[in-house]
């Protein structure tokens, strides 16, 4: 069984931070590309970062770049993502995914886990 267990969200003020992190499990994690995609109240789902973890190439939507790091634990086929400046429009549930992932963009392989939810008030 394939588990993806997002946890870490929370609320703060704009201009804050937050640390997300996701376990992956029930996949050889090594072989995989994985990051994250979020769901704004009203919006679809849209990407976020992603990581290689054979070599660590990454990708950020521009929305996030300069703000947000993704990085990657492949002893404990764990990934995070520390995001600093949050802005109200980061307000989202945040789930992570497995995929593909080149520093130009990403694409998932077509399911995420249930997802953390991020709240910035202004």
Known sequence: E??????????VQAGGSLRLSCVASGFLYDDYAIGWLRQAPGKEREGVSCIRPSHGTTYYADFVK??????????KSTIYL?????????????????????????????????????????
Not at 6 to 11: C, K, N, P, Q, V
Not at 95 to 122: D, E, I, K, N
């Open 66 to 75: 300069g703000r947000f790091t993704i990085s990657s634990d492949n002893a």
């Open 82 to 122: 520390q995001m600093n400046n949050l802005k109200p429009e980061d307000t989202a549930v945040y789930y992570c995914a497995p995929g593909v992932c080149h520093s130009t963009g990403w694409a998932t392989a077509g399911f995420w886990g249930q997802g953390t939810l991020v709240t910035v008030s202004s």
């Open 2 to 11: 394939v588990q993806l267990q997002a946890s870490g969200g929370g609320t």
